[in-house]
């Protein structure tokens, strides 16, 4: 049978490939962002540092804390690459969000997995380097997206056996079989999906199996409980897959962004640290808006290692600011082991 040998957490965010001076032009989307989400509201710029400014974040923003926060997160993936390398795995399942790369909304689901042979990673045209451009991501399109197209093995096999077992345990998880035709050609693989390969994996990849969670759009995404009992599901159905195969799992995104909530990533670390199904499960989920829903990408490798006896390790957690109305990304790197 399979073996679950190894469980990781990772944050995939922008910043993690723009160097610090930079962090400005993904600051000014922030200002021209009317609806920011914090909490239970939702704001403007300035109606968001208006709300938060006693919480004097220049000094978290300035460039020598950015510097150092930027350093700190490099040491934690370099150490998650190592990591993945010492355990030798056979296969990765990585679980992220779609961010209209692969779906659309002609059709949305809330859990599907792609179980195709392969999948490419295709280079960035010109028009979408622009787009990156233009939102401040300029220096991170290499962090997700080759130079030129590269096909990443798929662990077909075991991807069906996940969809008809978790279909069994009554979770309508849609199948993907082929890479979806767009305007242009085949539609890319999601940058949850190609950051793993590319900085955690670097750039050698092992069979893959990608599974992909609706945590950003209305009206179907799936709550939190949800997302823990689909973990624990698929936990069941990697470990009876009958093939001999050490599998890694790991999360890809999270945590609060483009909002910092230094509270609420603090809260629901400690909940995946102590295995505190009720206090995961019970979290608001206007908790879950806009990039604090990759969390639940975390909820779901959390009940996929319930299945087992490891234990998480948090590598660091890295409020990474870029605004005085404390904007960016809480950056978090983990392990279950």
């Given amino acids: 049978m399979a073996e679950i040998i190894l469980g990781m957490g990772t944050t995939h965010g922008p910043l993690l490939a723009t160097p610090p001076d930079a962090w400005d032009?993904?600051?000014e989307v922030d200002r021209k962002n009317p609806a920011l989400a914090y909490r239970d509201g939702t704001y403007s710029f300035d109606e968001l540092y208006e709300t938060r400014k006693d919480k004097y974040f220049d000094e978290q923003n300035s460039l020598a804390v950015r510097t150092e926060y930027f350093n700190r997160c490099q040491v934690a993936l370099d150490g998650l690459g190592d990591t993945a390398e010492a355990a030798k795995p056979d296969v990765m399942v990585i679980v992220g969000d779609d961010q209209?790369?692969?779906?659309?909304?002609a059709v949305q689901p809330s859990f599907a997995i792609y179980h195709a042979g392969q999948v490419t990673n295709y280079a960035l045209d010109e028009e979408t380097k622009d787009w990156h451009r233009a939102f401040g991501r300029g220096h991170s399109m290499g962090m997700n997206h080759p130079e030129t197209d590269q096909i990443y093995p798929v662990a077909d096999a075991l991807a069906v056996h996940m969809i008809e077992q978790t279909i069994e345990e009554d979770f309508d998880t849609s199948s993907s079989g082929a890479q979806p035709i767009g305007d242009k050609g085949p539609r890319n693989i999601g940058h949850a999906y190609g950051f793993v390969v590319r900085r955690i994996l670097r750039d050698k990849p092992m069979p893959i199996v990608p599974v992909l969670i609706n945590t950003y759009f209305p009206p179907n995404q799936p709550t939190a409980k949800r997302c823990y009992d689909y973990g624990k599901a698929l936990g069941r159905a990697i470990k009876s897959w009958d093939t001999k195969a050490r599998v890694a799992v790991s999360a890809s995104g999270g945590m609060s962004h483009f909002v910092i909530d230094e509270a609420l990533d603090k809260r629901l670390i400690d909940a995946l640290l102590n295995r505190d199904e009720a206090a995961l499960?019970?979290?608001?989920e206007f908790s879950f808006r806009?990039?604090?829903s990759e969390i639940k990408n975390w909820i779901i490798v959390a009940g996929i290692c319930a299945e087992t006896d490891m234990e998480m390790t948090l590598h660091d957690y890295v409020p990474c600011y870029r605004s005085e109305a404390g904007t960016g990304s809480g950056m978090a790197f983990a392990t279950w082991s």
Wanted: charged content about 25%.
């Fill in 25 to 27: 032009g993904r600051a």
């Fill in 100 to 105: 209209h790369e692969w779906f659309l909304d």
């Fill in 281 to 284: 499960t019970a979290e608001p």
């Fill in 290 to 292: 806009s990039g604090n």
